[in-house]
């Protein structure tokens, strides 16, 4: 048996823990945005939408940052009658705290750049990344696709919440969340006094329209029964519309040229979420020869990894014509880890063992992006060189 000293010893271990959990992190509670609903802004299933609000104080009052919860899209009524009862599709079922960390905190020591702003994380139930508009309700299914109205509710309400008087204004996402913060750049910008510096930042939302293990053009389609099923062609750049279909111009690659507002680009080239669904989604994969390696990168075979670094080749070479010729406007953080959203956790944002390029964290660089102390566009060296890396393993 543990001795009584162990077992204090014990004891005083885990409260340490626990207080440097909380201390990194904590609950901030769900505001209903009720009034949205005669606007028809909504949820699948026609709830209210949602966000989470953590007001600014001292020297950041009037300044924003809007962040856009992720979680995949829905590309049929099948898929979405699917995600409807779910937190994903309906607020009835959304938690009623977040837990605030990283790019969110509110303290100087784990977020010094944008610790006093005013932190909205706005969730996500309508399975487009905040791009549809379908005024008909199916009577089978009753699915409601209005993600752009809810995006236009919660930009106006946080208007008239103070956001008028922005200073400074960052809209940013994770995941088809960091997608909103690439499609919906320029129409935030514009929703903003012309006084305010207004910038973008998207972290795992740059999807590349890569072929799968075995040739096929999965995620082609798969964004254009999205874009169709739910009227996004409405809200995407017209400039794109102009040059090709609008499933083509849901990819970040195709569009990001024609984005005015400066922005900022955090990705993993070897995007877990990416890699997974695809490169090698379960309908290329049906023998599961790639679970083991899509769960662990380490659990790669060399043919595998051989793979993946093509795979990289590719995301590298859709972000061409990203950086506009090195234009200050522009950031990038490419790093070679195993991950997807990086932005949200502690542990990426800022922390003593966080990824670093060019021995910068993510918080550094993108703070003095945005306050335009230094240019920051890096592109880190192929897996697995980066020894800063948090690869993701997945349960």
């Known amino acids: 048996m543990m001795s009584e000293r162990g077992d204090r010893w014990l004891c005083i271990i885990l409260v340490c823990t626990l207080s440097l959990l909380c201390t990194e992190a904590y609950d901030v509670g769900l505001t209903f945005l009720n009034s ?20 600014g104080f001292g020297a950041g009052i009037d300044n924003w940052l809007v962040f856009f919860e992720g979680g995949g899209w829905c590309n049929n009524a099948t898929n979405c009658l699917t995600r409807r009862d779910t937190r994903l599709g309906s607020s009835k079922k959304m938690l009623t705290t977040e837990t605030f960390s990283g790019m969110f905190h509110n303290k100087a020591k784990y977020n010094p750049d944008f610790y006093e702003w005013n932190r909205i994380k706005v969730r996500y139930c309508d399975g487009a990344s905040f ?7 199916d009577p089978k299914t009753k699915l409601y696709y209005r993600g752009a109205r809810i995006f236009r509710a919660v930009v106006d309400d946080l208007l008239a919440k103070g956001m008028k008087n922005a200073k400074n204004a960052i809209l940013a996402g994770c995941s088809a969340g960091g997608l909103t913060s690439i499609l919906q750049c320029d129409n935030f910008r ?27 053009s999965h995620i082609e389609g798969f964004y254009a029964d999205v874009v169709r099923t739910h009227g996004s062609a409405k809200v995407l750049s017209p400039a794109c519309l102009a040059k090709m279909s609008p499933g083509l111009c849901f990819f970040p690659q195709n569009m990001v040229q024609f984005i005015k507002t ?111 102390r230094n240019t920051f566009q890096k592109i880190d060296c192929a897996y697995p060189c980066d020894k800063t890396c948090h690869n993701r393993v997945f349960e």
């Not at 590719?314 to 010729?325: R, S, T």
């Open 131 to 137: 791009t549809g508009d379908v005024e008909a309700v």
């Open 190 to 216: 514009s929703q903003l006094p012309a006084t305010t510096k207004v910038k973008c930042l998207s972290d795992a939302g740059f999807f590349i329209n890569a072929k799968t293990i075995i040739g096929q």
């Open 36 to 55: 949205a609903v005669a606007k028809g802004a909504v949820c699948l299933d026609g709830s209210a939408p949602a966000y989470h609000f953590d007001k």
């Open 262 to 372: 400066p922005i900022f680009l955090i990705n993993a080239a070897y995007d877990s979420w990416q890699v997974k669904n695809i490169l090698a989604p379960g309908v290329s994969d049906r023998k599961g020869t790639w679970r083991e390696c899509k769960l662990d990168i380490t659990k790669c075979s060399s043919a595998q990894l051989n793979v993946l670094q093509g795979f990289r080749l590719e995301f590298l070479k859709a972000l061409n014509g990203f950086g506009n010729g090195n234009s200050p406007s522009r950031g990038m953080f490419i790093n070679s880890c195993y991950s997807h959203c990086q932005t949200g956790t502690q542990e990426t944002w800022l922390r003593n063992d966080s990824p670093l390029l060019g021995n910068t964290t993510i918080a550094k660089a993108v703070g003095d992006w945005y306050y335009e």
